[in-house]
């Protein structure tokens, strides 16, 4: 089994409209690279129920309200890679800048309702660059299924209901957080983390599945040292973002 590379959206059109594929069962998996076991769970669940599995590297300038976050992100495509051929993916969509935004970005989607809660309160901007770039993959990709973790909770939603609003024809499946040891949700960024950091990270997701009020529990992050973005509870489910040095981290928890 090989993994191919394919870097421009009009390569892997043709090879979606090629005979092995047309009528193939296509997971896709979208990803900012930086892969861990988080992502190694979508990727696990999209080439056990389809026929082929695609997965994206693409780190996305438009969903960075931060130019330093973006500088900083975590790129390691050759472990990216390696850990893909473990995995069985069949494809690497690698695409460049000027590819995907062609339009120079004068093109966006937009929504006014859960965009503008939780994370959408205090990174402006970065919905809409989340969904404009996953409408760009989908309609690029065209895949059966597509995968999307619950640690990004309100990014899955708001990509499950763009779905529907715009009469997609994909599944949109939500996949189960996977956390480290002790509890931290994986992440990309946790590599950012000092020793000392990582340490302390720990007591996030502890707090947050503690019996405790939002209000406590901001009151306890803030006395560790965290920098308190929200804890808010909405409908069964306990939503957080924090700062801890230069690193944010989210995290969700049902209640
Ligand atoms: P990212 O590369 O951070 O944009 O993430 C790509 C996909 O992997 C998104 O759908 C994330 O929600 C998902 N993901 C990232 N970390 C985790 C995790 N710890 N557990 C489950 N899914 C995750």
Not at 241 to 254: P, Q, T
């Amino acid at each position: 089994m090989t993994t191919r590379i394919v870097d421009s959206a009009a390569e892997w059109k043709a090879i979606r409209k090629s005979p092995e594929l047309i009528s193939k069962k296509i997971g896709f998996v979208p990803t900012m690279g930086a892969l861990h076991k988080g992502h190694a769970s979508l990727i696990e669940r999209s080439v056990a129920e389809n026929d082929y599995t695609v997965i994206s590297i693409f780190v996305n300038p438009t969903q960075f309200d931060n130019p330093e976050d973006l500088q900083k992100y975590p790129r390691t495509f050759e472990k990216d890679m390696d850990l893909s051929k473990k995995l069985n993916v069949d494809f690497i969509f690698y695409p460049w800048y000027n590819d995907l935004y062609s339009d120079n970005y004068s093109y966006k989607v937009s929504e006014n309702n859960i965009s503008k809660t939780l994370c959408g309160t205090h990174r402006p901007g970065h919905f809409d660059g989340v969904l404009t770039v996953v409408m760009k993959l989908l309609n690029i990709i065209s895949p059966t299924r597509a995968y999307f973790g619950e640690k990004d909770y309100q990014q899955y939603k708001l990509i499950a209901k763009m779905c529907k609003a715009f009469f997609m024809d994909v599944e949109i499946i939500p996949c189960k957080i996977v956390r480290d040891d002790d509890g931290l949700a994986l992440s990309s960024r946790n590599i950012l983390l000092s020793n000392e950091e990582r340490i302390v990270a720990q007591n996030f997701p502890q707090l947050l599945q503690s019996k405790k009020n939002p209000a406590e529990i901001i009151k306890e992050l803030e006395q560790l040292g965290f920098k308190v973005d929200y804890v808010e509870d909405i409908e069964g489910r306990r939503f957080s973002a924090v700062h801890i040095g230069k690193v944010r981290l989210i995290d969700n928890v049902e209640i």
